[in-house]
């Protein structure tokens, strides 16, 4: 006897990181409805707690981008956004129930299609969680897919992504994304800002990796970013400090193939001390701490 697939109706929703509801291509309906009053007070609190660090520790690029998330006291619609974002850069975002396989990742940055968690955390994980939520996503990633530059980095990360995948190098383009799109840092006149949304939407970290002496701030280069492994569930030992979204776009855009080829069988670099040669950006003199 087929077993009937399971339907949620409007107010139940399935379990956190199902993926009963998931598409082929792991895309799913965001069913905005289903969300609680808890659920948007939760995201406004988030919000207006990180929001309230951006300026002098934000990139300019996401603070002139922020506010298109939409209103600031409930979880925004997601096709609401992808109208903004289409126009601005050709983006929009995507439902999908939570991590997806590289493979199916990958193809949808490729496709100037950002994947956003439709799930949000709990009150009791407000401070961290382990995997991304729909505030991570939402606040961390799509402001600074309204920069032109950034934008076709993300999709040229996602088709170098699809080649690796065939090329077994997936581990060096997660690095890649770790210290670029999740943890990087950029350096301005007015001293180092961050653009990485792992960093953006950290209660902590955003203040830790700006102004704590504890990090190293190494210039990015390539080779070592690829080499250097991260840490998931820490702050971090290294951060990569960019100069321009066209730095990081240029660095990137060539094939990757011969460098796989010549980074091969080679060791992997401390991500707690420096190599002969390497100067750590200073940190910031400490940024107002928010009030
Ligand atoms: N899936 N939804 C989602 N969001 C991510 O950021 C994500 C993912 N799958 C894989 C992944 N990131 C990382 O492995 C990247 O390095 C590719
Ligand atoms: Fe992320």
């Not at 199916?104 to 009150?123: G, Q, Y």
């Not at 699809?162 to 383009?173: D, I, P, T």
């Not at 940190?283 to 107002?288: G, H, L």
């Amino acid at each position: 006897m087929p077993v009937a697939p399971v339907t949620y109706g409007a107010s139940e929703r399935p379990p956190r990181g199902s993926y009963e509801e998931a598409r082929d291509d792991y895309t799913c309906d965001q069913h905005w409805e289903r969300y609680t009053p808890l659920e948007h007070a939760t995201y406004a609190r988030l919000l207006a707690r990180q929001i309230k660090q951006a300026p002098g520790q934000a990139c300019d690029e996401f603070i002139a981008s922020v506010d298109k998330l939409g209103p600031s006291d409930r979880i925004p619609r997601f096709d609401a956004i992808s109208t903004a974002l289409r126009q601005a850069t050709g983006w929009e975002v995507v439902a999908v129930p939570g991590l997806i396989p590289e493979h199916a990742f990958f193809s949808l940055l490729a496709e100037r299609r950002f994947p956003v968690t439709t799930w949000l955390r709990l009150p009791e994980e407000f401070d961290y969680i382990v995997e991304p939520d729909v505030f991570h996503d939402l606040y961390g990633h799509v402001p600074l897919l309204f920069d032109p530059v950034f934008a076709d980095y993300m999709q040229a990360f996602g088709r170098g992504g699809l080649k690796a995948h065939g090329l077994q190098a997936l581990e060096y383009l997660a690095r890649l994304y770790w210290y670029t799109v999740e943890f990087g840092l950029i350096s301005t006149p007015h001293g180092l800002r961050v653009y990485g949304a792992g960093v953006l939407s950290s209660v902590g970290e955003i203040h830790y990796a700006l102004t704590s002496p504890k990090p190293q701030r190494l210039a990015f280069d390539l080779k070592r970013v690829l080499l250097t492994p991260y840490k998931i569930d820490h702050y971090q030992s290294s951060y990569f400090v960019v100069d321009s979204f066209d730095q990081l776009f240029a660095a990137t855009a060539p094939d990757f193939a011969p460098l796989y080829a010549e980074l091969n069988g080679q060791a992997r670099l401390p991500n707690d001390a420096m190599l002969g040669g390497e100067r750590s950006y200073p940190p910031n003199i400490s940024n107002p701490r928010p009030n």
